[in-house]
């Protein structure tokens, strides 16, 4: 097992690091505290992080979740606006599609299902000399350990999540003949891990099968996260 936290900020820090901005000016996220010499009016501290052993008897997972905190500082007396609207790039960086995250990828982990569970202002603070006015963004996760530090080669014509859309008219089978001899785990968007034997299996020409009872990807939306061993 290794420690995640630090990863995930990363992950964070190099999607949104540059692609930020108040206007004309950069928006710049920080671990923590923002640099003594930076004279910025608005930034985004990665801050607190929390999360939980989701592991199994073949794999280390945890539930993560981890706190944007839009900080906009300000010489008058200012409303929501500005970190209203550097949450909105934010959003749109990190879950760019349903099903989809733009987390940079990283050899070691795996971000998976990651869902924005908490969205809350903090009170206006108001003195003598500035305004400050903060919203926080609370992303959570679930992070797969890989054991590896090379990235993996991608998988031709594999996307990841796999949605009704890619089981090409079958009702119950996703093929992917890349995908045969490899071993992974199935999770349902939803419902969580699939049992493998009962709820789904291997195709044998790579892939998988679902055997829950009443499914049928030819009349309703599903989305699967796959994630090979």
Known sequence: MIDVKQRIRKAYYDLLMGQLNNGLDLVPVVDDVKALG?????????????????????????????????VFK??????????DMIAGQILALVLPSPGNNGLSPDAAIQINCVRLSDDKYLTQVLNNSNTVVRRLLTFKMH?????????????????NPITSSNFNGNPTIYVNSWLKGKSF??????VGFLASGTQ?????????????DNFDSTRNSYTFYLLLQ
Do not use: C, M
Request: no cysteine; hydrophobic share 40%.
């Open 74 to 83: 300000s010489a008058s007396r200012v409303n929501k606006q500005v970190p």
């Open 185 to 190: 785990l199935l999770y349902l968007n939803g």
């Open 143 to 159: 992070v797969r350990q890989t054991g590896s530090s090379v990235p993996a080669s991608p998988i031709p014509n594999f996307v």
């Open 38 to 70: 930076d004279a910025s009016t608005a930034w985004v501290l990665l801050s607190n992080q929390a999360g939980a052993d989701a592991s199994t008897f073949q794999t280390f997972d945890s539930d993560e979740t981890i706190v944007l905190d839009i």
């Open 200 to 212: 789904w299996q291997f195709h044998n020409e790579g892939g998988f099968e679902i055997l829950l």
